[in-house]
Protein backbone atom coordinates (compact mmCIF):
# COMPACT_ATOMS: atom_id res chain seq x y z
CA UNK A 1 0.00 0.00 0.00
CA UNK A 2 3.15 2.64 1.35
CA UNK A 3 4.16 2.03 -2.62
CA UNK A 4 1.36 2.57 -4.06
CA UNK A 5 0.99 6.00 -2.58
CA UNK A 6 4.27 6.73 -3.73
CA UNK A 7 3.85 5.90 -7.29
CA UNK A 8 0.53 7.74 -7.29
CA UNK A 9 2.73 11.10 -5.86
CA UNK A 10 4.88 10.43 -8.47
CA UNK A 11 2.51 9.87 -11.34
CA UNK A 12 0.37 12.91 -10.41
CA UNK A 13 3.88 15.44 -10.02
CA UNK A 14 4.28 13.96 -13.43
CA UNK A 15 1.36 15.21 -14.84
CA UNK A 16 1.34 18.46 -13.49
CA UNK A 17 4.70 19.21 -14.64
CA UNK A 18 3.58 18.27 -18.76
CA UNK A 19 1.06 21.20 -18.07
CA UNK A 20 4.14 23.57 -18.62
CA UNK A 21 5.74 21.25 -21.33
CA UNK A 22 2.19 21.19 -23.22
CA UNK A 23 1.97 24.95 -23.13
CA UNK A 24 5.50 25.51 -23.75
CA UNK A 25 4.71 23.99 -27.44
CA UNK A 26 1.55 26.24 -28.36
CA UNK A 27 2.27 29.40 -26.48
CA UNK A 28 5.77 31.19 -26.92
CA UNK A 29 5.04 33.08 -23.39
CA UNK A 30 5.59 29.90 -21.12
CA UNK A 31 9.23 29.63 -21.45
CA UNK A 32 10.85 27.23 -19.02
CA UNK A 33 14.83 25.73 -18.90
CA UNK A 34 15.58 21.90 -17.69
CA UNK A 35 16.22 23.35 -14.27
CA UNK A 36 13.03 25.23 -14.02
CA UNK A 37 11.14 21.47 -14.59
CA UNK A 38 13.97 19.87 -12.35
CA UNK A 39 13.45 22.26 -9.31
CA UNK A 40 9.74 22.52 -9.70
CA UNK A 41 9.27 18.80 -9.80
CA UNK A 42 11.38 18.24 -6.75
CA UNK A 43 9.40 20.74 -5.16
CA UNK A 44 6.11 18.95 -6.10
CA UNK A 45 7.66 15.82 -4.90
CA UNK A 46 8.31 16.84 -1.53
CA UNK A 47 5.19 18.44 -1.04
CA UNK A 48 3.36 15.46 -2.14
CA UNK A 49 5.82 13.10 -0.10
CA UNK A 50 5.06 15.31 2.92
CA UNK A 51 1.65 14.91 2.60
CA UNK A 52 1.58 11.31 1.81
CA UNK A 53 3.40 11.35 5.45
CA UNK A 54 1.08 13.62 7.36
CA UNK A 55 -1.57 11.19 6.09
CA UNK A 56 0.27 8.21 7.41
CA UNK A 57 2.04 9.15 10.67
CA UNK A 58 -1.15 11.69 11.90
CA UNK A 59 -3.92 9.65 12.99
CA UNK A 60 -6.89 12.64 14.15
CA UNK A 61 -8.54 14.14 11.17
CA UNK A 62 -8.20 17.40 12.17
CA UNK A 63 -4.53 17.08 12.86
CA UNK A 64 -4.19 15.75 9.22
CA UNK A 65 -6.07 18.65 7.62
CA UNK A 66 -3.95 21.22 9.64
CA UNK A 67 -0.14 19.38 8.61
CA UNK A 68 -1.75 19.26 5.35
CA UNK A 69 -2.28 22.84 5.18
CA UNK A 70 0.57 24.40 6.58
CA UNK A 71 2.58 21.85 4.17
CA UNK A 72 0.94 23.50 1.19
CA UNK A 73 0.87 26.99 2.86
CA UNK A 74 5.01 26.29 3.10
CA UNK A 75 4.71 25.08 -0.67
CA UNK A 76 2.93 28.39 -1.93
CA UNK A 77 5.09 30.74 -0.27
CA UNK A 78 8.75 29.01 -1.96
CA UNK A 79 7.07 28.56 -5.16
CA UNK A 80 6.06 32.49 -5.11
CA UNK A 81 9.37 33.25 -4.19
CA UNK A 82 10.84 31.42 -7.18
CA UNK A 83 8.46 32.59 -9.37
CA UNK A 84 8.52 36.29 -8.86
CA UNK A 85 10.50 36.85 -5.66
CA UNK A 86 7.98 38.04 -3.02
CA UNK A 87 10.50 38.26 -0.21
CA UNK A 88 13.53 39.57 -2.53
CA UNK A 89 15.71 37.10 -1.11
CA UNK A 90 18.63 35.62 -3.02
CA UNK A 91 17.34 32.37 -3.14
CA UNK A 92 14.48 33.46 -5.95
CA UNK A 93 17.46 34.49 -8.33
CA UNK A 94 17.72 38.50 -7.80
Known sequence: MKTNRILITVFIVGVLLLIPF??????NEVVWTASDFVIMGILLLVTGLAINMAFVKVSARRNRFILSAIILIVFLLIWAELAVGIFGTPFAGS
Open 22 to 27: IAMQFN
